[in-house]
């Protein structure tokens, strides 16, 4: 498939944010579908149908798009992103199930933009390999490296340790951020702390705990 065949779906694009997503000015490009099933999850939107019920038209609210057709959407704020050293960040949803598509997009963007990738980081490492050299910035949401917790809060059986050790080996730890998550009634304050130790044994320094709200 070339890239101009490549298509992702996307739910949002949001525009002139600061501070939430990586470096500078950044919009955010959500995602269509995740391999978890979170009991609180931030985008349910994100596990609605991709299409209509006739299986080829995007559903209501979901964008089809190419790498070129959404680089066409997001230059508008170019000026932006260069003055403050922002760009893009996709999250979802999980955009490592799209990374075919980060790689292409950044083909377009060159390095004049940075590219943020926010992500439960539950793929094949093989994935993470192709985005090593792609993404500037990792922002990975440990659920809980309880692997109890973990089954009974997302529904799947946690890989998470293993990836996030080789994403250590992968690039340098000043390129990641962890953040994890307060989840009312799956971790404790001990929990938090027993994650955030292995995290930092691991090699990763910038770990921020974030609360979750019940929706």
């Known amino acids: ?89 996709f999250g979802g949803g999980e955009p490592t199930l799209y990374h075919r598509f980060i790689i292409e997009f950044k083909k377009l963007c060159g390095d004049k933009w940075n590219i943020t990738l926010e992500s439960c980081l539950r793929c094949p490492q093989c994935t993470i390999e192709r985005l090593g050299n792609v993404v500037d910035h990792w922002i990975v949401d440990v659920k809980s490296l309880d692997a109890r917790v973990y089954m009974e809060y997302t529904g799947c059986v946690s890989d998470e340790l293993s990836n996030l050790l080789f994403l250590s080996r992968l690039v340098p730890q000043e390129r990641v951020t962890v953040k994890i998550p307060r989840i009312p009634g799956y971790n404790d304050d001990a929990d938090l702390e027993g994650d955030v130790k292995r995290i930092k044994e691991i090699g990763f320094n910038d770990v921020a705990l974030v609360q979750y709200i019940k929706r």
């Open 1 to 89: 498939m070339s890239a101009t065949e490549i298509k992702a779906p996307i739910f949002a694009v949001s525009r002139l944010r600061m501070g939430t997503d990586g470096k500078g000015v950044t919009t955010l490009v959500t995602f269509m579908r995740c391999p978890l099933g979170c009991r609180y999850c931030l985008n349910p939107q994100c596990h609605e149908p991709v299409y209509a019920g006739d299986g080829v038209t995007p559903a209501d609210g979901v964008m089809m798009l190419t790498p070129q057709e959404l680089y066409d959407v997001v230059k508008v704020d170019d000026i932006y992103f260069q003055a403050t050293g922002g760009g893009i960040c």
